[in-house]
């Protein structure tokens, strides 16, 4: 296994999990009841993350953001798989080329 691909893959789940804050999500995990499809906004609150929610942003004043750490760690989990493939396809290409 070559390390750069390991620490670029891992670098790049975490940000690209971070940007996904920012992007609807309408996949919610908790705890005791399992995924629930979260297919329209829930009134009041606003749901980020891809492919799990894990930022839940209340509009009523001063009730703080929800961050769902499940959800975050699978999304770090899943995107660092996703770069890795990605970046073991790119460094294998490169190497039948020269």
Do not use: C
Not at 45 to 66: E, F, H, K, M, Q
Request: hydrophobic share 55%.
């Amino acid at each position: 296994m070559n390390p750069k691909v390991i620490i670029g893959s891992i670098v790049a789940g975490i940000v690209i999990s971070l940007v996904t804050g920012w992007v609807p999500g309408y996949l919610l995990y908790t705890i005791t009841s399992g995924f629930h499809n979260l297919t329209v906004e829930l009134m009041g609150a606003s749901n980020y993350g891809l492919p799990l929610v894990w930022r839940t942003v209340i509009v009523y004043p001063g009730w703080p953001t929800v961050y769902h750490v499940v959800g975050l760690v699978v999304d770090v989990v899943v995107w660092t798989l996703v770069a890795w493939v990605i970046l073991n396809i790119f460094m294998r290409r490169n190497k039948l080329k020269t």
